[in-house]
Each structure stands twice: as structure tokens, then as C-alpha cells.
């Protein structure tokens, strides 16, 4: 069992920055992929940004230049450092999370709301 815990969203004005983080806590097992997604009023949730445990990254063009994801291994957290931010990026966005235990799993996180409007 893994339990996400997500923080950082709010309102933010264009070209403004946020920075989100998910702590993840498990009894056992290891999280292998920690990742963002995102999902818009209306529209089906996407992928933001995927981090596994050894750095490799995977970005959504949209957000390529602007975002950056990272990891604190040791403390199970994933990061998500938004800048340049526009209205498009309003979104709800959700924590994500591949356990390796006794087999594989993804567990996601309430998710947090990013507004950017002026």
C-alpha cells in the first residue's frame, strides 16, 4: 500500500511560477516511477512528466523548456517545478506512483489544483 501526498498548487498569475510536491509513504517495496498528470475541465487526463528511479524523464511537449521534474529518492518525493506558467496549464493535477512490491501497482493522489488566470 502507498499513500500520496500532494501540495503546492493555487493561483498564479501568467508567466508566474509553482512548484508541486508529492511525498509518497509505503511499508514496503520500492516506488519505481513517480510521475504528474494533469486533467482540464473537459478533457481527458493527461501525462505531464515522468521521473524513474534511476533520473530518466519523460515531458508532455506542451510543457518542454518550462517544466522540470525531479526526485528525492530517499525520501520517496517527486517534484514538479512549473514556470512560465500560461492559462492552458490550469489544470487538476495528480501525483502518480508505480510500486514494485509483491507485483506492480500505480497508486495516484487526490490531486491539487493549479490555476493560472490574470
Known amino acids: 500500500q502507498v499513500h500520496l501526498v500532494e501540495s503546492g498548487g493555487g493561483l498564479v498569475q501568467p508567466g508566474g511560477s509553482l512548484r508541486l510536491s508529492c511525498a509518497a509513504s509505503?511499508?514496503?517495496?520500492?516506488?519505481?516511477?513517480m510521475g504528474w498528470y494533469r486533467q482540464a475541465p473537459g478533457k481527458q487526463r493527461e501525462l505531464v512528466a515522468l521521473i524513474t528511479i534511476g533520473g530518466s524523464t519523460n515531458y508532455v511537449d506542451s510543457v518542454k523548456g518550462r517544466f522540470t521534474i525531479s526526485r528525492d529518492n530517499a525520501k520517496n518525493t517527486v517534484y514538479l517545478q512549473m514556470n512560465s506558467l500560461k492559462p492552458e496549464d490550469t489544470a487538476i493535477y495528480y501525483c502518480n506512483a508505480g510500486h514494485v512490491g509483491l507485483g506492480f501497482d500505480v497508486y495516484w493522489g487526490q490531486g491539487t489544483q493549479v490555476t493560472v488566470s490574470s
Open positions: 509505503l511499508s514496503f517495496g520500492s516506488i519505481a516511477t
